[in-house]
């Protein structure tokens, strides 16, 4: 049988523009939001679904079997999948970002193109996320949708308690738990649990995911896209941690 690769994956998504929604549409988003303060906390939140917002990174880091490797596999490949609204669909660029690692440049249609071919070539494929099912899988297919394009894979297969070939670090962590709030299965955010593990932690460079619409606005997408790498990094250091020390 053909060896499974691991790849753990992270995106960074930022709010469409205000203007490019109907009137309609703005007041759906704002609606029952009476002050200032509540209607840009929701705009805020408008880069946490596929409808309001675009994704401008997909971070990747494919790992192989390897039995003479520490931990049993090797790194392939670590690179981004960034996005540049000002290129067309015949734009490309790579870019060599300070760690080393490859910075791939289209529009976003284009990245999401690059980013399902990479998945039908290294099929099969074992994903690794944190809060991949609730988030980075369904908005990767509801925004490829929303360009036009048929996703390549069904990534939400499955049910929530029980899906192949994906490995949704909150879901481990927490058992499967729905609770959110309290007792031994509370969920974390990411930052804790990697700082809790050892891990160091992805933030850095001044910016997290709150500040991406920002440093994206500014042009900064090489800072983006090593953030977003850093994330994926931490991610598959979380995944080796409960392999190792949980999974059973």
Known sequence: ????????????????????????????????????????????????????????????????????AEGGYKMIKRAALSVDNNFGDDDQETVILPTGDE?????????????????????????????????????????????GMRPGKNLMQGTKFNYMLHTD???????????????????????????????PSPKGGGIDGSKVAEFFSAGKINDISEYCLRDVKATWDLFCKWRDLLKF
């Open 169 to 199: 670090l909150i879901d481990e962590l927490s058992f499967f738990s729905p609770s959110y709030t309290y007792g031994a299965t509370k969920k974390f955010n990411f930052d804790f649990y990697t700082r809790a593990f050892g891990i």
């Open 1 to 68: 049988m053909k060896p499974i690769n691991f790849l753990a994956f992270d995106i960074e998504t930022i709010p469409m523009q205000w203007d490019d929604f109907s009137e309609s549409q703005q007041e759906y988003i704002l609606r029952r939001k009476e002050t200032d303060e509540e209607k840009e906390k929701r705009k805020n939140e408008m880069a946490l679904t596929p409808m309001t917002a675009q994704c401008v990174c997909i971070g990747l880091q494919l790992m192989a079997p390897d039995p003479e």
């Open 103 to 147: 910075c791939f440049l289209y529009n976003e249609k284009k990245m999401f193109e690059a980013f399902w071919k990479i998945l039908a070539k290294y099929d099969p494929c074992h994903l690794i996320s944190f809060n991949g099912r609730n988030f980075d899988a369904p908005f990767v297919m509801l925004r490829s949708a929303l360009l």
